[in-house]
């Protein structure tokens, strides 16, 4: 039956009236895309889930599969509850207004480098009225290896703050697992062990007498996993909330699951609505996520050796160079090797226009030459350059990868392009 139309809408639809649209399709084959493990397309199956899944309005509490997601990952990670949500960044954001809610100018401890302090818009400023107190984490390769990324006990011990009007509150400490811009670095349940005792000794000796909570931003916590070999549960043991993504690696589209104890939740979901991550029918989003724990986790090791195959071959036939070390999960960091770019590779080095400019255009000749998508400016001045290997990316495409990428170095020695 038709529905019938007032004459002006049907005037503002008659231009699109009789058109045929293109139909979706999967992204070309020719291009291998390592700029993120966000950039994955949902599989068939996947997409199958939606239809045989239970929906309702989850405002209402009344979407079977999202109550099945959260208390699934909920279960995974030893918590009581989970909330799920649109995104990571929403999921870090209600963990800093439910940590802080209890507290007069909360102040969270984190590290400098981490992608809560880096990538997500200041939204602990702007939204949670928290204030960041930012400590450099550890980086050196010559680090022992379990204390890459974390940060050191007595940094912390200083950063606690005494009870002082002059001074904001400790309202909680967050921790990156793995931590994306030094290098993917999974961080051992151990730290974890070690900080729950260190801080609440800390306390004790600073008179604060509330319990400092731990809250892990778990943006690829099942890739930490896998490379440490170590259960969700007891990896998270001793923190008391995470965020847990379900599209960087795992391949559903979109959506984290934020779990802790029931009334951390609890604020969590009031944080949610207040910043419009309440969702209706969002069943839709949830199916996909169940179908990529079920479907997706086990895999993970597959990505985790193609990055250090990756790396390896760069480094052994084309003398690039590793800033961080050895690569540990599905993140490759590189740098160029010195025969493009000859500059030291420091630090302290920020950079300046031509020598961006060369990174620049060797990336858009592996892209246009090779079809070869990777991120490039990731610290040092830009110099890192990450290729993030994912479930789209096969044995083929790293192939391709490595190919691509030793030829544009060959072409670009001096850091000028030869001719061909």
């Given at each position: ?12 639809l ?17 291009i ?133 009007p ?24 151990a ?22 909570p ?29 965020s ?70 760069l ?12 690569v ?62 994912h ?11 490595m ?18």
């Amino acid at each position: 039956m038709a529905i019938p139309l007032s004459s002006r809408l049907r005037t503002i639809l008659r231009p699109i009236q009789g058109r045929t649209f293109p139909t979706l399709s999967r992204r070309s084959s020719t291009i291998v895309d390592c700029r993120s493990d966000t950039v994955t397309l949902p599989t068939p199956a996947m997409l199958q889930s939606i239809s045989i899944s239970r929906l309702g309005d989850d405002v209402m509490g009344e979407d079977a599969t999202v109550t099945l997601l959260e208390r699934t990952v909920a279960e995974i990670f030893g918590k009581a509850a989970g909330l799920f949500v649109p995104t990571g960044t929403m999921a870090n954001l209600c963990s800093l207004i439910s940590h802080g809610a209890s507290h007069d100018a909360p102040e969270c401890i984190i590290g400098s480098r981490s992608h809560m302090n880096i990538y997500e818009g200041g939204h602990a400023a702007m939204h949670a009225s928290m204030h960041l107190r930012q400590l450099e984490e550890i980086s050196s390769p010559s680090s022992p290896p379990d204390t890459l990324a974390t940060l050191d006990f007595d940094d912390i011990a200083d950063a606690i703050r005494v009870d002082d009007p002059h001074y904001p509150t400790t309202a909680m400490v967050s921790i990156e697992n793995t931590h994306n811009v030094l290098g993917g670095v999974p961080v051992p349940p151990a730290y974890f062990s070690n900080l729950r005792t260190a801080l609440d000794t800390m306390c004790a000796a600073s008179g604060v007498l509330h319990k400092v909570p731990v809250h892990i931003d778990g943006a690829r916590i099942f890739h930490a996993c896998e490379a440490l070999e170590s259960c969700p549960s007891v990896l998270t043991e001793h923190a008391d909330s995470v965020s847990v993504c379900l599209s960087k690696g795992l391949g559903a589209p979109a959506g984290t699951v934020l779990v802790g104890s029931e009334d951390f939740i609890s604020r969590a979901r009031r944080a949610r609505k207040r910043l419009g991550g309440g969702m209706r029918q969002s069943g839709v989003l949830a199916a996909m996520g169940i179908f990529a724990l079920e479907h997706h986790v086990e895999r993970l090791s597959e990505d985790r050796e193609r990055a250090q195959r990756f790396s390896d071959v760069l480094v052994r036939e084309g003398g690039f160079i590793l800033p961080y070390g050895p690569v540990r999960t599905n993140l490759a960091f590189f740098c160029l090797p010195k025969e493009v770019f000859p500059m030291e590779i420091a630090d302290d080095w920020t950079g300046d226009e031509a020598s961006r400019n060369v990174i620049e255009d060797v990336l858009d000749d592996l892209k246009e030459r090779h079809g070869v998508l990777v991120g490039g400016g990731y610290g040092r001045g830009g110099r890192v350059i990450r290729a993030a290997f994912h479930k789209d990316v096969d044995d083929e495409g790293l192939e391709k990868a490595m190919k691509g990428l030793l030829d544009v170095a060959n072409c670009w020695k001096g850091g000028e392009k030869k001719s061909m």
